[in-house]
């Protein structure tokens, strides 16, 4: 009996797969009562495993730090609205696929999960338009609207609250994961 257990556990190993990701930019838009600016990070890591052809595991991380405009008061500013030191990660986990289509190198991908940031996590829902690149890597893109009071978070403000941050951004990532070739259901 046991061996039957060792064997159909090892089975179970075998076909799970781990994609990293290789490269990444997530870009957070927004506007100020004076105008639009973006901030990018290009340090994303994490992983999607894939078990049966079954998406079983998301996990990405951005480091609060990485995320900068080149301004370096925006920069600052920003670092503040998450609490850098207190929370210096950005964690997106996810918790089921709600659905998965495939139409040839197509794949688009629609996972719910919690977004834990600046200290607050909430529930969230994901949708991806994916394309197997070449076996063993694909891209994944999307945008999800957030607004920073849902974190907690005061949006920032400058020349002594002349300037302020609106509530709304929308955060847009583009995340190549590379690994096995795995097929996606």
């Given amino acids: 009996m046991l061996i039957v257990f060792a064997f159909v556990s090892a089975g179970i190993t075998i076909n799970a797969q781990t994609l990293k990701i290789k490269s990444s ?6 506007t100020t009562n004076v105008h639009p600016y973006t901030t990018t990070s290009t340090q994303a890591s994490g992983e999607l495993i894939v078990s049966n052809n079954t998406v079983t595991a998301l996990n990405v991380n951005v480091p609060v730090k990485s995320i900068i405009n080149g301004e370096k008061l925006m920069d600052k ?3 503040e609205a998450f609490n ?12 089921e696929v709600k659905s998965v289509s495939v139409n040839g190198s197509d794949i688009n991908l629609t996972v719910n999960g919690t977004l834990s940031m600046a200290g607050a996590s909430k529930a969230v829902t994901l949708e991806a338009k994916g394309k197997e690149v ?13 607004k920073m009071s849902n974190y907690k978070m005061k949006a920032p403000t400058a020349m002594l609250g002349v300037m302020k941050v609106g509530d709304q951004v929308t955060v847009n990532y583009n995340v190549t994961f590379e690994g096995p070739a795995v097929q996606f259901n």
């Fill in 25 to 30: 930019t997530v870009t957070i838009a927004g």
């Fill in 77 to 79: 500013k920003t670092h």
């Fill in 84 to 95: 850098e030191p207190k929370n210096p990660t950005i964690n997106f986990k996810m918790s």
């Fill in 134 to 146: 070449k076996p063993g890597t694909y891209t994944f893109t999307g945008s999800l609207p957030v």
